[in-house]
């Protein structure tokens, strides 16, 4: 079967470094997405990992290990406005067409 | 470029109600997919359509339809409404069917039951 977890919460200070890990099981792979998600908002689109490594796009960055089942997102320089849920998605490799995300980690950055 | 537009962006109903989602993809996206979020949850798959068909259905009661147009624009109609259909329900385009492509996703319809 499918699954994906995630930390529900985690906590960080302004300018800080926080790592956001995600496992996952599927039959298949054809990569991992993160997503971002403001509180009533809908997910934006942050980063799509599919060969192992790290993948830096400015303050953002994710790392997969395929076979470790495993991947993380580092945020830097942590801002006030980086608080939100961060979801993990992938499209499992037998019906590639939709995404299964984990539950999310909802990240509170603190002053 | 216009992004995924959807509406409307509330909507209160009562049980057995019957009620129509719409959504507009990206432009140059031909791919919808429709997806469920309950409070705390990550979104859950309802359906994709692609050119028109649907192109995979997850775990929802056919009561759960839908429909897309030749200009890719979309609607989830929901049959029958149930308290716990209470939701945020998310539309998302991408430019071809397939775990690659990168799925954007519209603001947003929340959905409350009564």
């Known amino acids: 079967g499918q699954n994906i977890d995630q930390p529900t919460e985690m906590t960080a200070t302004e300018g800080a470094i926080v790592q956001i890990n995600c496992t996952y099981q599927?039959?298949?792979?054809?990569?991992l997405f993160w997503y971002q998600q403001h509180a009533g908002e809908a997910p934006t689109f942050l980063s799509y990992n599919v060969l192992d490594g790290l993948e830096e796009k400015g303050r953002f960055s994710s790392f997969l290990s395929r076979s470790k089942g495993y991947s993380y997102l580092l945020l830097k320089e942590l801002q006030m406005k980086d608080s939100a849920s961060y979801l993990c998605?992938?499209?499992?490799?037998?019906?590639?067409?939709?995404?299964?995300f984990g539950s999310g980690t909802r990240l509170l950055v603190r002053p | 470029e216009t992004g995924v537009t959807q509406s409307p962006t509330h909507l209160i109903k009562t049980r057995g109600q019957q009620v129509t989602l719409r959504c507009s993809s990206q432009?140059?996206?031909?791919?919808v997919s429709w997806y469920q979020q309950a409070l705390g949850q990550g979104p859950q798959f309802i359906f994709q359509?692609?050119?028109?068909?649907?192109?995979g259905r997850g775990n929802f009661p056919p009561r759960f339809s839908g429909l897309q147009f030749p200009n890719y624009s979309s609607e989830l109609n929901v049959n029958a409404l149930e308290l716990d259909d209470s939701a945020l329900y998310l539309c998302?385009?991408?430019?071809?069917?397939?775990?690659?492509?990168?799925?954007?996703f519209g603001p947003g319809t929340r959905l409350l039951v009564l």
């Open positions: 998302a385009s991408s430019s071809a069917s397939g775990g690659s492509e990168t799925q954007y």
């Open positions: 998605a992938v499209p499992p490799g037998d019906s590639s067409y939709k995404l299964i």
């Open positions: 432009s140059g996206h031909n791919t």
């Open positions: 599927t039959s298949g792979f054809n990569g």
């Open positions: 359509y692609y050119r028109e068909e649907e192109n």
